[in-house]
C-alpha cells in the first residue's frame, strides 16, 4: 500500500487508438489536467501513420496530458476485408498478454483512478473491446496489491443512442442500396446492455480546449462516422446544454447506482 497524494491523484485512460483519448475522454482529461491531476494515457496501438502522430501529439498537448505511453499492437482494420494479421494485431493477440502490459505499465504509474472503454467497446469496436477486457483483468490482478485504484469505463446516455441507432434506421429504409453497413441493431441491443450510469462529469469549463484537441484530429473526424461529425459540429452554446457531460460507470470497486456527487472517488484531492 502506499498513500503517495501524487500517484493517488494520478488518472490513467487506457485506449486503444490516437484519437479516442479526445473524442471519448476528452473533455474529462482537459478538465482534471486543468485541475491540476496529472492525467496520463496508455494507448495500445502504435502503428500509425506520422501525420496521425502529429496529430496525437498536438491533441495530448491541447488537453493538457502529462505522459504518453504506448504498447506496440497494431490496430485492427474495420473496414477493409483484408486481414492484416501479423501476429501483432489487437484483437488477435489474445487479451491476457495485452492485460500482463497494462498491468505493468499500471505498476509503475500507480493510478489512482483508471478510465477505459466499456464492454461493448463504445460502438463496438473489436479493438475497444479488447482494451476493455484486458485493462479488467490487469486491474483485477493490480487490486489484489493495491487496492486504492478505482476503474470508471465511459458510458453514453440513453438518448444519445437512441437517436443515432433510429437515424442510422431511417437513413437506410431511405437508402437501402447506398447506406450500407448499419449499426442499428448494435445500437440498440447496447441499450438493454447498458449497465446504469454512476458518474457524470461536468465538462462544461473545459469544452472549448476538448474542441481544440477536436481540431487536431482533423483527418481522423474526417474519416469517421456521419454521427461523429455532426456530433463534433454543435456549436458552442449549444453544446453546453446538451453535451456538458461525460458519463461513466464505476466498476471497481464496483456501484450499481447513481452518485448524486458525481466525482471520481479515490482521487486524494477531488
Ligand atoms: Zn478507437
Known sequence: MRYDAES???ILVVLAHPDDETF?????????????FPVDLLILTSEHSNKKNTELRDATKILGVRDLHRLNYFPTPIDTDSDVDSG?????VGVESVAAEIENIIGIIKPGIVLSFDPTGVYGHPDHII???????????????DSLVSLYEISFARNLISIVAYAELFLQNLFPR???????????NKLKLLPPITTK???????????????AHFSSLEAGPWYLRMFEK???YLRQFIANKENFVRV????????????FVGLYRN
Open 8 to 10: 493517488m491523484n494520478t
Open 24 to 36: 471519448i475522454f476528452g473533455g474529462t482529461i482537459a478538465k482534471y489536467s486543468k485541475l491540476g
Open 88 to 92: 501483432r494485431t489487437l484483437s488477435k
Open 131 to 145: 482494451s476493455n477486457q484486458s485493462t479488467r483483468i490487469a486491474l483485477q490482478r493490480y487490486i489484489r496489491i
Open 178 to 188: 447506398i447506406y450500407l453497413g448499419s449499426k442499428y441493431s448494435f445500437l440498440t
Open 201 to 215: 462529469i461536468d465538462i462544461s469549463s473545459s469544452l472549448k480546449v476538448r474542441q481544440g484537441a477536436v481540431k
Open 234 to 236: 454543435i456549436p458552442h
Open 252 to 263: 471497481y470497486p464496483e456501484q450499481t447506482d447513481f452518485d448524486d456527487s458525481s466525482k
